[in-house]
């Protein structure tokens, strides 16, 4: 069973638009990952969280962690047909498992035209 | 670095017959993983080795599934005998644990096709 909660299972954003994804534990998380997958190819990474309150940006994409570091949230600006794919958010340190890294089930993208 | 090495990248065969997916890691790190993903059921964990050493194959789904590391620059993960329903993308990872961050880096994947 998943102990990583995406929402949602999959959106459609029009180009130009911005989108959320959410990703939520039940435990508190000592690392949070994100990756990004096309269809039929390998996970790629994006960023790394591990403070509550943090957040890092790259091009336009943007991650937080929480305060109680039990929630990530990965934002869009103004989405690319680029963006299009599989978001997956990872952790391999919770309250209960320390190198046991697990996926959520993923948000898939899709930017039209 | 090449990355992490996969193959084959796409194997069709048939019910019954037995299925060695291979998997070289990253030169330096130290720990390898193993997932299934389906549209059904994502990305699943199957195994993983730290150290040449299995710590967790609680994700194994039955004993039809066994995974080696006998080195550090080698895994491989079997399944004898296969089934339809182990039709999958089984990819490999690894990482280097200890350095902090544990990125995990993904081979591109064995297609699985079990007929």
């Known amino acids: 069973s998943q102990e990583l909660e995406q929402s949602p299972q999959s959106l459609i954003v029009q180009e130009g638009k911005n989108l959320t994804i959410n990703c939520t534990s039940s435990?508190?998380?000592?690392?949070l990952y994100w990756y990004k997958q096309k269809y039929g190819e390998g996970l790629i990474f994006l960023m790394m969280l591990q403070k509550g309150g943090e957040e890092k940006s790259h091009e336009k994409i943007t991650a937080k962690l929480d305060e109680k570091k039990q929630q990530s949230s990965l934002h869009i600006t103004a989405s690319q047909p680029s963006h299009a794919g599989i978001y997956l958010c990872?952790?391999?340190?919770?309250?209960?498992?320390?190198?046991?890294?697990?996926f959520g089930a993923g948000t898939q993208v899709v930017v039209t035209p | 670095d090449a990355g992490v090495i996969q193959s084959p990248r796409h194997e069709v065969t048939e019910m019954g017959q037995e299925v060695t997916l291979r998997c070289k890691p990253i030169s330096g790190h130290n720990s390898l993983f193993w997932y299934r993903q389906t549209m059904m059921r994502g990305l699943e964990l199957l195994i993983y080795f730290n150290n040449n050493v299995p710590i967790d194959d609680s994700g194994m789904p039955e004993d039809r599934f066994s995974a080696k590391m006998p080195n550090a620059s080698f895994s491989t993960l079997k399944i004898q005998p296969s089934e339809p329903r182990d039709s999958a993308v089984y990819f490999c990872?690894?990482?280097?644990?200890?350095?902090?961050?544990?990125?995990?880096?993904f081979g591109a994947g064995s297609r699985l096709t079990v007929l």
């Open positions: 990872a690894s990482t280097a644990v200890g350095s902090g961050a544990n990125v995990l880096t």
């Open positions: 435990k508190t998380l000592y690392g």
């Open positions: 990872g952790a391999d340190r919770t309250t209960d498992s320390w190198g046991k890294f697990q």
